[in-house]
């Protein structure tokens, strides 16, 4: 075969380097949801101080920003599923879930956890003192019927409570609601949701008021200290953005750092941001609580899997809690 004319062979060069240059192109804007709550502090940060941003721009990306709310992780995973929406985040039941369903195709799993944390079931009703108590005159609020990570952990003090096979017998006394509109429902005395299974800030505002009181604990019914929210992604986002995905990671631990350096001026920082009405003194003392831990690292995750193996929630059974998490969290101690 002859030569090929210089012309030919410097078109295809060009041709290729700009293929290369497509597949190495990433999103120009990054979709990132969050929910209510304290437990979304570092992604509060990270919007406020832009940090992802920073840690693009230092990796040669000039990316934009889009922050959403959510009220639950399962419209929250819509969107991921729909390609409207790049990072998730919430609880560890909508994860779970999720990573089960698109083992082979998306391929989503954590990108980190953001806190440990124990989630209160708060009642008015003054007859109930136990789960045991609950019947058809109560209706507990909570993010996601049957998925929500509060959905979950009640199934399994259900099953602790009533025996084998029991998990769903107090499903039917949950409602899906947003912990803001399931905390004024509990409040206003008028609602007939007068229970909320929620998380800080709001546990503990409920709790202000002599009426209201804890009828159970997550970690009771996990047996110990467990992650309440995380962060998750798809595979295909992780692979085709490594550089955006390794500067969400940073602009994470960054924010995570901040809050664990200076417990007031996070309180502070929440304040401003989510407009909460509450004292800084009072959200600085949630922050100071022993049972609440900001870290990145994964806690009790393949404990709450399993059980939604069991219950045949998910179908898939992970092998380790790093099945559900990409490489760069592998390194952490978690479980």
Do not use: C
């Not at 200290?225 to 960054?254: G, M, S």
């Not at 009072?282 to 939604?308: C, G, H, R, W």
């Amino acid at each position: 075969m002859g030569a090929r004319p210089k012309t030919f062979i410097t078109a295809i060069a060009i041709a290729a380097a700009a293929f290369a240059g497509g597949a190495r192109a990433e999103v120009a804007e990054l979709a990132v949801a969050q929910q209510y709550g304290i437990g979304y502090l570092p992604l509060m940060i990270m919007e406020e101080q832009k940090l992802i941003e920073k840690h693009a721009k230092d990796a040669g990306l000039d990316v934009k920003l889009t922050w959403a709310r959510f009220a639950g992780g399962n419209v929250m995973n819509d969107a991921l599923l729909s390609g409207t929406l790049h990072i998730a985040s919430g609880g560890v039941g909508p994860l779970v879930t999720l990573w089960s369903r698109t083992r082979g195709n998306l391929d989503v799993r954590g990108i980190a956890a953001l806190n440990s944390m124990p989630l209160y079931l708060v009642s008015r009703n003054p007859a109930v003192k136990t789960i045991r108590d609950l019947s058809d005159k109560d209706r507990i609020g909570l993010p996601a019927v049957k998925v929500s990570v509060q959905a979950v952990i009640l199934q399994m003090a259900a099953e602790q409570a009533f025996g084998a096979g029991q998990q769903n017998r107090l499903d039917p006394l949950t409602v899906t609601l947003s912990h803001p509109d399931a905390m004024q429902a509990l409040m206003s005395g008028q609602s007939e949701v007068n229970a909320h299974f929620g998380s800080p800030p709001f546990q503990y505002q409920e709790l202000a008021k002599p009426d209201n009181h804890v009828v159970l604990n997550s970690y009771d019914a996990m047996g110990g200290p467990a992650t309440f929210n995380l962060v998750w992604t798809t595979a295909k986002f992780r692979n085709e953005n490594p550089k955006l995905y390794d500067a969400f990671a940073k602009a994470l631990d960054d924010a995570t750092a901040q809050i664990n350096l200076d417990k007031r001026a996070a309180a502070q920082t929440y304040q401003r941001i989510s407009k909460d009405k509450d004292s800084v003194e009072n959200i600085a003392k949630m922050l100071n609580d022993p049972a609440i831990v900001y870290t990145t690292t994964p806690q009790s995750i393949l404990k709450f899997a399993e059980f939604m193996v069991k219950t045949g929630v998910v179908k898939t059974k992970p092998e380790s809690w790093k099945d559900l998490f990409f490489p760069n969290a592998h390194a952490l101690a978690g479980s």
